[in-house]
DNA sequence: CTATTTACATACATTCATGTTTGTATATAA
DNA sequence: TTATATACAAACATGAATGTATGTAAATAG
């Protein structure tokens, strides 16, 4: 009953991962084994070392997952000028949009859990905090952009750079989306999220 | 060479807490296992069950010994208007001296960067996700107190509730510290903390 | 001064995770 | 059609971590 297809090879790798990222989620990295994951995912650990290196790559590819995809939408939200033409707005709707998929997307979900609260950056992990920095600077230059644009347009009520506000825009939401993520029960911040992002874009309002 | 009086017992004790933190801060509290924590201190891990009841218990105490001192100087900085007047500059002072605090104290720029990135929040550590969320809420009432004040003294720039106020900052500061930590070379957030709180703050002044 | 704790060190038993190797049925290429 | 590579399962070997149980010398209580 072995060797199938490749397109079952694809699946049988998908299901490992989704596998590993549910156990991940519900027990932390490190107190997920191999043999765990295997079971989970209805295969034996033979499967999970023929489709990956180890428990670190199945980490790597999870976290790519969901932010490969993450990075290529920030344009769309965020900087596309067609289809919300107040910048504030548009950083609005950005934060919103993020908020949003953790909400409804389960996977996402599950792997901000994982690189948030269940996993530990050290040894082999260590330099995914260097990737998470050059990510975060990124985005930082965007809403920049975006708020130098509102800017101009003469939308925001203080004289401050647009590089101060976006700094302290995404430090922000670093941190709602860290308190996101440990209020599980959802009382303190998971049911006001949205309502937090809008105060915070309606401090800068002109 | 066994059966020390009862201080050397408690330096001892001590010896072991601090052990444990810096492997926790080196390699992660999953991979530091009690034996490389006994070794580090000096002793055998007989002495490490003997004091403490296992791995858990440790973390729990490295995170008292921080914690419950800083608890405490919150009031002082925060609250206590005799060392300055402007309720802005006391928000101002409790978040830089928080900043200094990580700056200059290893041991709690240690068990920082364990609680934040080098620890697995499952099991036996899930509920203390619960704690931080409480003490977060107790901090944001106090900083909305502040704020109130302010308020009241036509110092706020804007029409916002203190509350809102004290919770944008709340997640501000989170944010920054979850980076600062992050930030192990330096270059990106810690050599700028100082400036991004004062910049933080400044958004609110009239 | 003796009995009893105390503060450990040492030894033991068990469990678990990892990585590697080998076996094998079948899809696929030639 | 046959040879080979693929997609796993199963077995093996090793190491490490935990918890507990036992031993013991010295501090301390009575």
Redesign the pocket.
Known sequence: ?????????????QRIIKAARELFSQNGVS??????I?KHA??????????FE??TALFHIMREQVFLPFIDRIDDTLLASTSEKNPLKRIENFLLATIHTLNEDQATRQTYEVLMIKCEYVDELADVLQQILINCSDIVEKIEQVYQDAHRQHLINSNHSPADLAMDTHLFFGGLLHMWVKDIEGKRFRNHAEALVKTHINLRQR
Do not use: P
């Open positions: 009953m072995v060797r199938k297809t490749k397109e079952d090879a694809e699946i049988t790798r107190k997920t084994s191999l043999e765990k295997a209805g295969v034996t650990r033979g499967a999970v070392y023929w489709h180890n428990k």
